[in-house]
């Protein structure tokens, strides 16, 4: 990967990130320029009306979505030259993705949901398991870890989801909406266990949210507006 001259980068790093769509004969323009560093170690939370481009970012930073324009740096690399399958390998390894439905894969256990990222990573399967265990132990489900999915409460199937983003030890969580599919009481015990888990396993997070009361709980709020920092 490509390096920058500074050696104290900030963990993430995004510059002049443009994100536009074609429409008709002009372009929707979603991401209008933003500019963003993340330190390691921080939890950022973005805020904004829906539509305001939070997903898209989430997703440009995250190397799930590419940019129009503009750059991503991760540490001292630049994301945004590497390619496709250089990009999947380091996602598996180096970030974390909580989404506001769980995506869990229904024919699977709990415990095999969250082994899935160990298997991609090429993990063998005691190591998987080893590793899940922890993690779902962690999240306080060490009883739960044959049950599948539709035998979970929305809590815990989201806690399920969390294990399965942290299991290979990522620097940095990712989480959109992360607590927008859940009740007040469940909301509340997953919001308490990003801290929770972003102290204990020496986390950097990223959350988008329309929830103030999640959102107060971050040191850095940031509020966007059409497609740039309101
Ligand atoms: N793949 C796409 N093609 C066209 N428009 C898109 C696409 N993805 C998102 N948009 C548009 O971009 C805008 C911002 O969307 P999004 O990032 O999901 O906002 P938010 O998460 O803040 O609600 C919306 O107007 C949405 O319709
Ligand atoms: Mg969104």
Redesign the pocket.
């Known amino acids: 990967m490509n390096n920058l001259p500074s050696s104290n980068a900030p963990l993430l790093s995004i510059r002049g990130v443009t994100k536009s ?1 074609p ?1 008709g004969s002009s372009r ?1 323009e ?1 991401l209008k320029g933003i500019d963003l560093d993340v330190q390691p170690g921080e939890a950022v939370c973005i805020v ?10 989430l997703h440009v930073m995250g190397t799930l979505d590419k940019p129009t324009l503009g750059k991503v740096h991760f540490k001292n690399a630049e994301l945004t030259r590497e390619s496709d399958e250089k990009l999947a390998e380091f996602r598996n390894r180096s970030m974390g993705f909580v989404f506001q439905f769980h995506h869990l894969m229904a024919e699977f256990s709990a415990i095999e949901n969250v082994m899935m990222p160990c298997r991609i990573a090429g993990l063998a399967p005691k190591e998987s398991r080893e590793k899940a265990e922890k993690l779902l132990d962690l999240m306080g489900l060490k009883e739960r870890v044959n049950h599948y999915p539709s035998e979970m409460s929305g809590g815990e199937q989201q806690r399920v989801a969390i294990a399965r983003a942290l299991v290979l030890e990522p620097q940095v969580l990712f989480a ?1 909406e992360p607590t927008g599919n859940l009740d007040t009481a469940n909301a509340a015990k997953i919001q308490d266990l990003f801290f929770e888990l972003k102290e204990k396993l020496n986390l950097t997070l990223v959350v ?1 949210t329309h929830d103030m009361g999640f959102a107060q709980k971050f040191p850095r709020v940031l509020k ?1 507006r059409d497609g740039l920092w309101a």
């Open positions: 769509y429409m929707l979603v904004g009306q829906s539509g305001s481009g939070k997903s898209t970012l959109d988008v966007m």
